[in-house]
């Protein structure tokens, strides 16, 4: 409900920025011998994998999902990847520089990610390029063939725990002819609940196996709570195509001390602070002044009675 | 004996003069607030089209505890004492969030001196501009290194000399780990800011922003609002917005990422620009980080991560140095 909210004013707001982007993304250009160059990485589908977990873990945060138009609302607005206006203004070497250099709110790279990480990205990136065809010269790997199309729903998701080795596997099955089939190439998350946001642990971007399986082992080292258990969240990315497929488990982790902090002061107002060896000592030290001048004051009566 | 005879009639006097007073306060209490209600049913049917509503079907709009605009039929309201608000509120944020333990880490690498998380935070506790729970420095350790931009807020020491100097108990520490201030309390003596070695405390030496608008407001000690002239406000850690399961104001408002916020008995923080959450001890031995004043045993509950492989080159007024600021 909440995301949803935000999700429509993040819309609303980039509606209305629609202009001001258009114009500031198509006068970022970089130079002509830049803009020639090309990616020091060969495109491959090994690069494009290893470009999208760089993506998640680095630019996600403002462009957002690619194709969903989710980036944050600045201005200018950051880039969706899915445009194919972009691809068609900006050249492999051109993103590269871009990344590399960075401009205003984008920030340069160049000292973040290795040449190798930043070739990824644009990779990555190009592989959204509707008419982008990988040249003769770079080894395309091609996918098996994966059965998304024809396994359907319903959808099953499924989380294993296996506590010996602290390692949790989730499945992720759908129907074909009527009978359970593994759902290839499925993001899912695993994550780890806290007070705030969940805690990943599986690898940015993991993705099913042939089996419709991933693993991810979990931190058992991680404090939860005075009885040391934790709540494994586990989701589908993709809600669009999947629906909303949550499972939950308990975890077996470590328990947590709260911390007690005791504090001495160094005045007292209050009494509740006052500390007892001070207040026993300043009470015994009046009641026996009192007492001395008291016994005096008795023998100068008992002084008077004998001389009488 | 004549002693005797007259006291019971002296009592006997008293009672009858307080419970005239008595009687009198409830009779002044019931004629102020019939006032007040018929100065509210006046409004109410101002417009021809109201006045055919009975009162029980008019609908009244109110201001929720979370800020959230409602309506409700105005049979079925009922005033809540302020004054019992006020306790409850100043109870729970007396005792804080049972089994947590705020921690607060901050990017050095990722600040470009936006200041946003500075506005959002003077907004929400009605400061004034000179006035500052969280503040970017500019930083530079000597004439050879490199300047960067340093935000600072209190550091909410698991040690803390403020509350220890406090001599009416305005400024305490709660199970949580924050340090607040009670303004209720407070009675501007300034002992604290004297104590605190992070200067992380400020002073109310005018009337507050807003106090004009913000006089009928209860007072919301995991707030400091209303700000109150002659005491001392501080940065909170938005205790108010940790109690809703959301991060604090300044965490939420930077675009940049640079902070992290969580729960240390839980190992996990979580940036407030990314969402991402990501085990606090692994990011603090992964990118050294530190806290300020080490030495003094106080213990902050802010760590920094050093100003390493920086998102952005350091300009401040155009300039990518501090050459006119006195420094070393």
């Known amino acids: 409900m909440k995301t949803k909210t935000i999700t429509i004013n993040i819309l609303a707001v980039l509606v209305l920025m629609m202009p001001f982007s258009l114009m ?80 205003a709110t984008m920030p340069a790279y160049g000292a973040i990610l290795s ?28 996918t098996p063939k994966s059965n998304d ?33 593994p759902v ?93 060896w001070l207040l026993v000592t300043y009470l015994s030290m009046v009641l026996i002044a009192w007492g001395v001048m008291g016994k005096v004051v008795m023998n100068l009566f008992k002084i008077k009675k004998i001389g009488n | 004996m004549s002693d005797n005879n007259s006291n019971p009639k002296s009592r006997r006097d008293f009672l009858k003069i307080g419970s005239l ?97 500075m506005a959002s935070c003077q907004n929400a506790h009605h400061l004034r501009e000179e006035q500052h729970h969280i503040n970017v420095l500019r930083m530079q350790e000597s004439e050879h290194t490199e300047p960067y931009f340093m935000p600072k807020p209190c550091f909410h020491c698991d040690n803390p000399p403020c509350t220890k100097v406090c001599p009416v108990d305005a400024t305490f520490k709660r199970q949580d780990g924050i340090v607040l201030i009670d303004n209720e309390r407070c009675i501007g003596c300034r002992f604290c800011i004297a104590a605190c070695p992070y200067s992380a405390r400020v002073f109310n030496w005018f009337e507050p922003k807003n106090h004009e608008e913000d006089e009928d407001l209860l007072y919301n000690v995991e707030l400091n609002v209303p700000q109150k002239k002659g005491t001392i406000s501080k940065c909170l850690f938005s205790a108010d917005r940790l109690r809703e399961g959301k991060l604090p104001y300044c965490v939420s408002a930077c675009p940049n990422g640079v902070y992290y916020f969580g729960d240390l008995n839980e190992d996990a923080v979580t940036n407030g620009t990314s969402g991402e959450t ?8 992964k990118n050294a980080g530190y806290t300020l004043l080490p030495e003094l045993g106080t213990k902050p509950n802010v760590y920094y991560l050093p100003p390493k492989n920086r998102m952005f080159p350091f300009e401040y007024n155009g300039k990518t140095t501090l050459e006119d600021e006195h420094h070393v």
């Not at chain 1, 930043?118 to 091609?142: L, M, W």
């Not at chain 1, 669009?240 to 975890?251: H, V």
């Open chain 2, 21 to 117: 007073i008595g009687i009198g306060a409830v009779a002044a209490g019931a004629a102020g607030y019939a006032g007040f209600a018929a100065q509210d049913g006046k409004e109410g049917h101002g417009g021809e089209a109201e006045s055919a509503l009975s009162d029980s079907e008019k609908k009244i709009k109110v201001l929720t505890e979370d800020g959230q605009l409602a309506e409700i039929k105005a049979s079925e309201l009922s005033p809540v004492q302020k004054d019992q608000y006020t306790s409850a509120l100043q109870e729970q944020g007396r005792e804080g969030i049972p089994g947590k333990h705020w921690v607060m880490v901050i990017d050095l690498a990722r600040c470009r001196n936006v200041r946003a998380c």
């Open chain 1, 149 to 181: 199309t024809e396994v359907g729903a319903p959808y099953f998701l499924e989380v294993k725990v296996d506590e010996a080795n602290s390692e949790v596997s989730a499945i992720l099955m759908g129907t074909f002819n009527g009978a359970k089939a």
């Open chain 1, 115 to 142: 040449e190798q990480q930043r070739g990824d990205v644009v990779n990555y990136i190009r592989s959204f390029d509707a008419n982008f065809k990988p040249t003769a010269s770079a080894q395309v790997v091609e």
């Open chain 1, 184 to 276: 290839v190439d499925a993001e899912i998350f695993i994550g780890i609940k806290r007070y705030f946001n969940n805690l990943p642990i599986m690898e940015a971007g993991a993705i099913t196996n042939e089996e419709g399986v991933i693993k991810a082992i979990y931190p058992a080292d991680l404090p939860s709570g005075e009885k040391g258990i934790g709540e494994l969240v586990v989701y589908v990315v993709d809600q669009e195509k999947f629906g909303e497929l949550n499972q939950s488990a308990e975890l077996k982790l470590i328990a947590t001390h709260p911390s007690h902090f005791s504090e001495t002061r160094a005045l007292w107002a209050n009494r509740g602070n006052f500390p007892i």
């Open chain 2, 278 to 285: 990501t085990r606090f001890s692994e990011l603090i031995r």
């Open chain 1, 24 to 103: 500031a993304q198509s006068d970022w250009k970089v130079s002509d011998a830049k803009r020639k160059d090309s990616n020091p990485i060969a495109y491959s589908d090994k690069s494009v994998k290893a470009g999208k977990v760089v993506f998640l873990a680095n630019c996600k945060s403002c462009h957002g999902d690619v194709g969903k138009n989710n980036g944050l609302p600045l201005i200018p607005k950051p880039t969706d990847f899915g445009e194919q206006a972009f691809h068609d203004a900006n050249t492999e070497g051109s993103i590269f520089h871009k990344i590399t250099d960075g401009r």
